[in-house]
């Protein structure tokens, strides 16, 4: 009923509706934050567009904040609405004047930042680096060797706080700071020689790494950050961060909290460097011919054709003519009796091949158990393209019966090897296997899907829209739409 009023063109009662909205938002400087984003039932936050924060991926906004400001809306009850900013003046600014219920942003905590804010549980420690471009500078050893250089940071970070504590011990330190640039910024600024050191986040400087090939660390500062959210300081926020209490709690418990980690941050950090400049070497040299084919197929079988190109390098390094010699053949490797299961006649050609192999994993993805979800299902059906449902099942039996939960690829990666051993696979219905093999399998794939994504992400620099109501919940963002 009250779907039909708001969507009648200009009926009475819509305005109503919609003036109250405005009423609430804007003109209740006294009302309880928690209470507003019930009664709203929109939880508004802050953020910064960037691989570790929050991007579009597939026309989908993804990333680490993101999902988990997802999981807290749901944990209210309410709809998500992200608002990205540029820099973190903009962002502190918006808390500030309550235009966002918190800020999530890769934020640390910051003995200046507690003055002025609260902030909720931290959900990760990163450290904190000095970065130089190896091919421009000699690498600075100590704090005093930063004295001279052209040091850049983002404004209002705990980056530039960091510095402004140095100063009082190396008072030659100078530097400067952007107000409305992105961290991606400062490190194409070291690329092109315009500055010598930059400091980023860990996990900033591990997803963008493998773009730059000459960047080093120069060494670490201050303590490892701790990233939390942020919220305003006023006591009508005080409910609001029992709640976060009580949230960051409960996934913690239930592992998401270590899911989330684990699919955004961990698994680029372990992958070897040299690899990483093969793969991207091989992303301008060879991708180019087959990306069409791989789009192509992709859009055949649902998939997101980064993924299918990220499982055929890992299989062949996209040659076609590739041949292993075990006898499995072509982009995606496939083998004999397998090709013939799915209708491939010539296994050498590239376009049969990656049908064969999509129709495969896809296969696999639905025949898995109903309650492994995604992202998890994903890496749990390569797991099986890589070593057959059977020793699967195997591994999540061994993963259940040692107090793992076997839904979770973090809890059955870490049992997978253990099939080597006789002691746990002499347990197991389908004895032996290379467990190992899965675990890398997938975990290679993982990140060459990640450097495409992050790849077009900062060549393209496409951000999510900037516009709130894109996130608002439909009937609310019809009656904006019209004001
Ligand atoms: N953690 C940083 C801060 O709180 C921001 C992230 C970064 O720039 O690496 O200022």
């Known amino acids: 009923m009250a779907e039909r009023i708001i969507s009648t063109k200009w009926h009475p009662l819509r305005l109503v509706v919609l003036l109250l909205l405005l009423f609430t938002t804007a003109c209740s400087p006294s009302q309880d934050a928690l209470e507003s984003i019930r009664n709203e039932g929109v939880l508004r936050v802050l953020t910064r567009n960037g691989p570790t924060t929050y991007y579009e991926s597939q026309g989908n906004p993804t990333g680490f904040e993101y999902h988990l400001a997802k999981a807290f809306a749901d944990h209210l009850g309410v709809e ?59 690498k600075p050893l100590e704090y005093k060797d930063l004295q001279g250089l052209r040091i850049r940071v983002l404004g209002n970070s705990s980056h530039a706080e960091i510095l402004r504590k140095l100063k009082t011990s190396y008072p030659a330190l100078e530097w400067s700071e952007s107000r409305d640039q992105e961290t991606i910024d400062l490190l194409e600024l070291l690329q092109e020689g315009d ?20 960047f080093r660390i120069a060494m670490s500062a201050g303590q490892p950050g701790k990233l939390a959210w942020a919220v305003n300081n006023d006591p009508r926020y005080a409910a609001l961060m029992k709640e976060l209490e009580d949230f960051f709690a409960k996934i913690r418990s239930q592992g998401e909290l270590a899911r989330l980690i684990d699919r955004f941050f961990t698994f680029n950090e372990r992958q070897p460097f040299i690899r990483t400049q093969t793969f ?54 496939l083998t004999r009796p397998t090709a013939k299961e ?55 039996v061994l993963t259940e019966k040692s107090g793992g939960n076997p839904n979770l690829w973090k809890d059955v990666k870490e049992r997978l090897p253990l099939l080597r051993q006789r002691k746990w696979y002499k347990q197991t219905r389908y004895g032996y296997a290379r467990g190992d093999e899965p675990v890398r399998y997938v975990e290679n794939i993982r990140s060459y899907y990640s450097l495409l994504t992050w790849d077009e992400l900062n060549r393209y620099r496409v951000p999510p829209p900037r516009i709130v109501s894109d996130y608002l919940p439909a009937a609310l963002n019809h009656g904006l739409g019209a004001l």
């Open 80 to 138: 998500l609405a992200m608002i990205p900013v540029v820099g973190l003046e903009e962002l502190f600014a918006g808390l500030q004047e309550g235009r966002a219920d918190l800020a999530a942003a890769g934020l640390s905590i910051t003995p200046e930042r507690s003055a002025q804010l609260q902030f909720g549980p931290s959900y990760t420690t990163v450290k904190q680096l000095f970065i130089y471009n190896r091919s421009l500078i000699e």
């Open 280 to 333: 991207l070497q091989m992303k301008e040299e060879r991708l180019p011919h087959y990306k069409g084919l791989i789009e192509q197929v992709a859009i055949e079988y649902d998939m997101d054709w980064r993924f299918l190109a990220a499982i055929s390098y890992q299989e062949s390094f996209w040659n076609p003519s590739a041949k292993s010699p075990t006898g499995v053949r072509g982009m995606m490797m």
């Open 342 to 396: 799915l209708g491939v006649e010539d296994r050498l050609d590239p376009l049969q091949s990656l049908r064969g192999g999509a129709r495969y994993y896809k296969k696999l993805y639905a025949r898995l158990p109903n309650n492994i979800e995604p992202p998890d299902r994903g890496w749990f059906a390569l797991a099986a393209y890589n070593i057959g449902l059977g020793h699967l099942e195997d591994a999540r």
């Open 195 to 214: 500055i010598d050191i930059t400091m980023v986040d860990a996990n900033e400087f591990h997803a963008n790494r493998a773009f730059y090939p000459d």
